[in-house]
T-cell receptor
Framework: DTAVSQTPKYLVTQMGNDKSIKCEQN?????MYWYKQDSKKFLKIMFS???????INETVPNRFSPKSPDKAHLNLHINSLELGDSAVYFC????????????????FGPGTRLTVT | AQTVTQSQPEMSVQEAETVTLSCTYD???????LFWYKQPPSRQMILVIR??????QNATENRFSVNFQKAAKSFSLKISDSQLGDAAMYFC?????????????FGKGITLSVRP
């Protein structure tokens, strides 16, 4: 029944390592997002994909590379992890158009807490 | 660029009382959506309520209602009959209607505590 799922929920790793976070949605949505929530709880968009195409790419270091193998999945790969990458990463999805009108709610996954030591 | 401001970092309410959380935003667009999200300690982001800018009527969801003042660019959330489970961080968020700019822009959030 999980709508948007992320794995892993917790990730502890050392500086310099490469890691990936996976996201899957079973809502049939056409658009997926990655948000970062920093230590002060501020949430900011990183990337967005619509039908596997990148449509939003905010100012994010190129060590972060999203990949969308299909419209139900959006993964985030991070190279050469740094201390400042420690945060909670949220995946979200939305359906930009539905028959009968516009629908703009974004549904969030449970978040992945990344700790870089 | 759009900005969202939540100027109160913390608020407290007595159980069963009413509390209002403030939010202002800045945009040059005439059509957009506004949202309030709740984030309890579990960190799950839960949609509380949404408001379409073209609708004059304020949105209501059970004990939650908004006061949307488009000219003043104000979007406050009123929680009636507060419950202990309402304790959480609350985020106000803005998004364009354009599918090409579908990101949510969040305010800094407000921590709501509920006193028994």
């Amino acid at each position: 029944d999980t709508a948007v799922s992320q794995t892993p929920k917790y990730l502890v790793t050392q500086m310099g390592n490469d890691k990936s976070i996976k996201c899957e949605q079973n809502l049939g949505h056409d658009t997926m997002y990655w948000y970062k929530q920093d230590s002060k709880k501020f949430l900011k968009i990183m990337f967005s994909y619509n039908n596997k195409e990148l449509i939003i790419n905010e100012t994010v270091p190129n060590r972060f590379s999203p990949k969308s193998p299909d419209k139900a999945h959006l993964n985030l790969h991070i190279n050469s992890l740094e201390l400042g990458d420690s945060a909670v990463y949220f995946c979200a999805s939305s359906q930009e158009w539905l028959a009968g009108g516009k629908h703009y709610e974004q549904y969030f996954g449970p978040g992945t807490r990344l700790t870089v030591t | 660029a759009q900005t969202v401001t939540q100027s109160q970092p913390e608020m407290s309410v007595q159980e069963a009382e009413t509390v209002t959380l403030s939010c202002t935003y800045d945009t040059s667009e005439s059509d957009y959506y506004l949202f309030w999200y709740k984030q309890p300690p579990s960190r799950q982001m839960i949609l509380v309520i949404r408001q379409e800018a073209y609708k004059q009527q304020n949105a209501t969801e059970n004990r939650f209602s908004v006061n949307f003042q488009k000219a003043a660019k104000s979007f406050s959330l009123k929680i009636s009959d507060s419950q202990l489970g309402d304790a959480a961080m609350y985020f106000c968020a803005y998004r364009s209607v354009s599918g090409a700019n579908s990101k949510l822009t969040f305010g800094k959030g407000i921590t709501l505590s509920v006193r028994p």
